[in-house]
C-alpha cells in the first residue's frame, strides 16, 4: 500500500487509574471504532485479572483466600507473575510482588488510609507478610499458593504488561506499525508514512529538580519498550523527608530520595516497568553495576547536592548510539 494511503490516527482511553493512549498507522478513512474497542477489551481483561482496586478481580481473590490453596492464575496474571519472580530473584528482592501489606500500611494502594509514617512495630508486623520467597508454583507453573496472609501488588508491572497485551492485539489486527501508551509506559514498532521509526523524549526529571545542565535523550522506538520510575506521581512529605511510593520490600519503607527517574529500555515493556522499580530501589551505585552485569539497558537521573547527575549502564549508552 501506497503511504501516501496511509494515516497515523490516535485513539486513546482511560485504564488502572491513569490513561492510554495509540498512535498507528492505517489506511486512511479506516474505521477506527472497533480497534478503539479491542483496545479497551484488552486492557479490561488485565485490569480483571490485577486490580486490588477491583473487589471481585483474580488479585483481589487471591489476596483473600486461605492459607494453603493453590489458584490456577488465567494466563496475563500468570506471565506477568513469573516476571514479577524471575525479576525479584534477579535484583535480590528489590522488585517484590508480595508488597500489597507495605503499600497500605503506609497509605497508598487501594485500602489505604491516610498517609502517614507508621510506628516502627507496625512495620515489624507487616515485613513478616511480605516475601516473594513464600510463593510457590505447581503444575508446571499454572497454579500458585496462597501462603496465607501474602497480598500480590502489581502496580510496579502490570502497566507495562498492559502495554504489551495491547502491542500484541494490534499486531493480531494486522496494525503494522504503532506507538502505545499506558501511564508512560510505551513499546512502538513498525515504521511511520514517512518511512521513520517511533521517535520519543526520554523523561526528564521533574521541574523542581535541577536538571537544566543535561541534554535531551531521543529515543527510535525499533521495536522496543521504555518504562520510567520516580517519585514525582505519588509521594508524602512527613518531618522533612520525602516518601515515595515505591518500597523497598527488604525495609518495608518506601524509597526515600528516589533518583529522579529511572528509565530502562527493553524488548517488552513488563521487563522496563519491573526493572524501572528494582533499579529505583537499588540506586545508582548497585543498579549500573547490577546492569552492567545482565547487559540491561537503564538511566538513572540521580539527585545530589549539585543537582541532578545522569548515569547509564552500557547497554543503555549503546541504544543511544544506536536508535537515535
Given amino acids: 500500500m501506497s ?3 496511509l494515516d497515523i490516527a490516535m485513539l486513546g482511553g482511560q485504564t488502572m487509574g491513569t490513561t492510554w493512549s495509540v498512535k498507528l498507522v492505517v489506511p486512511r478513512h479506516r474505521d477506527l471504532h472497533p480497534i478503539h474497542a479491542g483496545i479497551q477489551r484488552v486492557l479490561d481483561t488485565v485490569v480483571a485479572q490485577m486490580s486490588t482496586w477491583e473487589p471481585e478481580s483474580g488479585i483481589s481473590r487471591y489476596n483473600r483466600a486461605p492459607a494453603g490453596s493453590w489458584h490456577r492464575l488465567p494466563g496475563g496474571f500468570r506471565a506477568v507473575m513469573q516476571v514479577a519472580l524471575d525479576v525479584a530473584r ?12 507495605m503499600v497500605s500500611l503506609w497509605g497508598f494502594g487501594a485500602h489505604a488510609g491516610a498517609r502517614r509514617v507508621p510506628a516502627q512495630d507496625a512495620i515489624d508486623a507487616m515485613r513478616a507478610r511480605v516475601g516473594w520467597t513464600r510463593l510457590q508454583w505447581r503444575d508446571d507453573g499454572h497454579e500458585l499458593l496462597q501462603p496465607g496472609g501474602l497480598e500480590l501488588d502489581l502496580s510496579g508491572i502490570a502497566k507495562g504488561y498492559g ?4 502491542h500484541r492485539h494490534l ?12 501511564g508512560g509506559e510505551l513499546h512502538g514498532y513498525g515504521r511511520k508514512p514517512d518511512g521513520q521509526p517511533w521517535r520519543v523524549l526520554v523523561e526528564s526529571a521533574p521541574e523542581e529538580d535541577d536538571a537544566s545542565g543535561l541534554p535531551p ?10 518504562a520510567t520510575s520516580g517519585d ?4 508524602f512529605d512527613a518531618d522533612g523527608r520525602r516518601y515515595s511510593h515505591t518500597f523497598d520490600p527488604r525495609l518495608g519503607r518506601p524509597v526515600e530520595r528516589a533518583a529522579a527517574a529511572v528509565t530502562v529500555i527493553a524488548g517488552d515493556a513488563t ?3 519491573a526493572w524501572a522499580t528494582a533499579f529505583t530501589v537499588l540506586g545508582p551505585g548497585p543498579g549500573i553495576a547490577l546492569a552492567d552485569a545482565r547487559g540491561l539497558a537503564v538511566r538513572f537521573l540521580a539527585r545530589t547536592h549539585a543537582g541532578v547527575e545522569e548515569r547509564m549502564s552500557q547497554a543503555f549508552e549503546r541504544l543511544l548510539e544506536t536508535h537515535a
Fill in 90 to 101: 534477579a535484583s535480590g528482592g528489590a522488585f517484590d510482588p508480595s508488597v500489597g501489606p
Fill in 163 to 166: 502495554v504489551d497485551a495491547v
Fill in 171 to 182: 499486531k493480531e489486527q494486522a496494525i503494522a506499525s504503532a506507538l502505545v501508551e499506558v
Fill in 232 to 235: 514525582r506521581w505519588h509521594r
Fill in 217 to 226: 535523550r531521543v529515543l527510535a522506538l525499533d521495536d522496543l519498550a521504555i
Fill in 271 to 273: 521487563q522496563a516497568d
Fill in 3 to 5: 503511504h501516501a494511503s
